[in-house]
């Protein structure tokens, strides 16, 4: 029986079309590829030129992008007259002469002294019940509001959670996603390098804390007439906007935790009913650490580890 089968396989093999004419095929495969990278240098240059995909819009006009290269704003239809007014309209330039405001008036001694409030910063994962004064939070926030951002378009919402059941919601929403990521999703690295700060898919610190803080970037805004307006940079903006509110809330004594849901983003945002221009960045519990709290016995990076001085 087996010689049989392969007496027929032989006879397939031997009658194949494929390898009765290989020695056509081959050459005809090979002819083609010339013939298609001919085609692309001559279309393209020697150093490929960007390709523009015109990308569908919901209206009659149609959007391109620019593949290849740092792309932060949509780039008008080619072969199209374009004539744009500023989103933001024309201001007057006014005289500045930098800093009044600041920490002392020994530059030396003002620099120390920040330092000192960072580097006392600690991410806190418990948090007391002692109540926390809404407007001191809402003036953190106001100096988060004054960090700068591409054209000015201040593409950030921050959104300051204080209900229980708000509180609640966000708790089970994260929560039972990021079971599936500590269990299936975090490559087991991740988890791994995570140990050390004892982490898990439990999240008690949403309920515990007196204010979740959750920062959405706006990925476009509109104009005063409806028209979409580009936000460019968002991302890099509202994350410098964080960085400024971590500092204002360690400034008044006040302690936080940045976190990012895995996976939570759209779930969140349904919750808080926000329009689909925004997207999560960041979350933040905020209040006094629990009197038991603890933190990792952490040491930072010292200054000629972290600087490259030209």
């Not at 990012?260 to 349904?270: F, S």
């Not at 038991?292 to 580890?305: E, N």
């Amino acid at each position: 029986m087996a010689s049989y089968l392969e007496d027929l396989f032989d006879k397939l093999l031997s009658s194949s079309a494929l390898v009765n004419y290989w020695n056509y095929v081959f050459p005809v495969l090979v002819g083609l590829y010339l013939a298609i990278s001919l085609y692309d240098k001559h279309r393209y240059g020697s150093k490929k030129k960007l390709r523009i995909t015109a990308l569908p819009d919901k209206k009659k006009d149609q959007e391109t992008k620019l593949d290849g290269i740092e792309y932060v704003g949509e780039v008008e239809p080619q072969g199209e007259e374009f004539d744009p007014v500023p989103a933001l309209e024309e201001k007057p330039h006014i005289s500045y002469g930098g800093a009044t405001v600041t920490l002392g008036e020994d530059p030396c001694e003002a620099d120390s002294r920040f330092y000192a409030i960072v580097n006392d910063r600690r991410s806190v994962r418990k948090f007391s019940n002692r109540p926390v004064d809404r407007k001191v939070v809402e003036r953190c926030i106001l100096a988060a509001g004054t960090g700068p951002s591409g054209a000015h378009t201040e593409p950030w919402t921050f959104c300051l959670v204080s209900d229980r059941s708000i509180k609640e919601s966000v708790r089970e929403i994260i929560e039972s996603e990021e079971l599936i990521n500590y269990t299936q999703r975090m490559a087991k690295q991740w988890v791994t390098d995570l140990r050390p700060i004892k982490t898990s898919h439990v999240k008690e610190y949403l309920t515990e804390a007196p204010f979740l803080i959750l920062v959405f970037k706006q990925t476009y805004g509109y104009k005063e007439d409806g028209t979409r307006k580009q936000h460019y940079y968002n991302e890099i903006s509202t994350s410098i906007a964080t960085g400024i509110l971590l500092c204002a809330l360690q400034s008044a004594g006040l302690s936080s935790l940045i976190t990012t849901p895995l996976n939570c983003g759209p779930a969140l945002r349904n919750l808080l009913e926000r329009p689909p221009n925004e997207k999560l960045l960041v979350l933040l519990p905020v209040g006094y650490p629990a009197e038991d709290c603890t933190v990792p016995d952490l040491h930072r990076k010292p200054l000629d580890d972290i600087i490259a001085r030209y």
